[in-house]
């Protein structure tokens, strides 16, 4: 039986980013990788990469690296990307219709299979192979095609209506890209993706360093 760990959101965040190099690692046909290389590459500390893939088992062998299809493996099991994830978006606007296009890049078990829109004139359009649905269609769709995750592109106002729809089909997991607050139960995973908000705070950090040169010119 394999023993359910729980891991820290710290590294349930960096996992994805290990995954996402050890496959271009793949792809080049790079057979092993040490936690220094994958830390120079990453910007993360080697120390770091280790502990939080020692965590998982013994992977690593001293002097050699890690064995990335080996790694690979693993993680994608760690994070269950080893079984089909569903998803679905709603809204299909100038951000969803971008994320549809996105999708030929995400690997073949983790897609956008349903896109929905409240407009008419935009049901029926298809948008990288994906049909726009009414959303009407959401939650026999969800059951349908067994899908878990939901992703919200509409308006803020809209959001909190779409995310109760997708409650309601049965999703557990939303990605939220709307400037708004979500209520959920608490079964139900809410990530919450904010664009202007990382750039508010991206502006801070590059004021402070202004400053900072400003005061070093100063004294
Ligand atoms: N998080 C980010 O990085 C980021 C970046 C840009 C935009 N946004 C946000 O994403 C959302 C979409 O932005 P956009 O520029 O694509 O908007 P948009 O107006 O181009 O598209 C919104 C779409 O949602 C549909 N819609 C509205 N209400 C609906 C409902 N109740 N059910 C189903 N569909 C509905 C509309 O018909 C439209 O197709 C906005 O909330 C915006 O603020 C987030």
């Known amino acids: 039986m394999t023993k359910q760990l729980k891991i820290s959101e710290a590294v349930v965040r960096r996992l994805p980013i290990y995954l996402r190099y050890l ?3 793949s792809l080049s046909e790079v057979q092993t990788v040490s936690s220094q290389d994958l830390g120079e590459k990453l910007d993360l500390n080697p120390a770091q990469i280790r502990k939080d893939l020692a965590y998982f088992g013994d992977f690593g062998r001293k002097g050699v690296g890690y064995n ?3 790694l690979i493996e693993k993680i994608r099991q760690i994070l269950k990307l080893d079984r089909p994830l569903h998803v679905a978006l709603v ?6 219709r971008a994320l549809c296009n996105y999708n ?3 690997k073949d078990n983790m897609k956008i299979i349903a896109v929905f829109d409240a407009d008419p004139s935009k049901v029926g359009l298809v948008i990288n192979h994906l ?3 009414p959303t009407s269609e959401l939650k026999r769709t969800v059951a349908e095609r067994d899908i878990s995750v939901g992703i919200i592109t509409v ?16 999703i557990r997991g939303i990605l939220n890209f709307a400037p708004t607050v979500l209520r959920a139960p608490g079964h139900v ?3 919450q993706t904010d664009f202007t908000a990382d750039l508010l705070s991206l502006a801070y950090y590059l004021n402070s360093e202004d400053e900072e040169m400003a005061r070093g010119t100063d004294g």
């Open 23 to 25: 496959n271009e690692l």
């Open 68 to 70: 990335v299809s080996y």
């Open 91 to 96: 809204g299909t606007g100038n951000l969803g």
């Open 104 to 106: 030929t890049y995400l």
């Open 131 to 133: 049909t726009v649905q």
């Open 155 to 170: 308006p803020a106002a809209e959001a909190q209506n779409v995310a109760d729809q997708f409650i309601g089909a049965g």
């Open 189 to 191: 995973r809410i990530h």
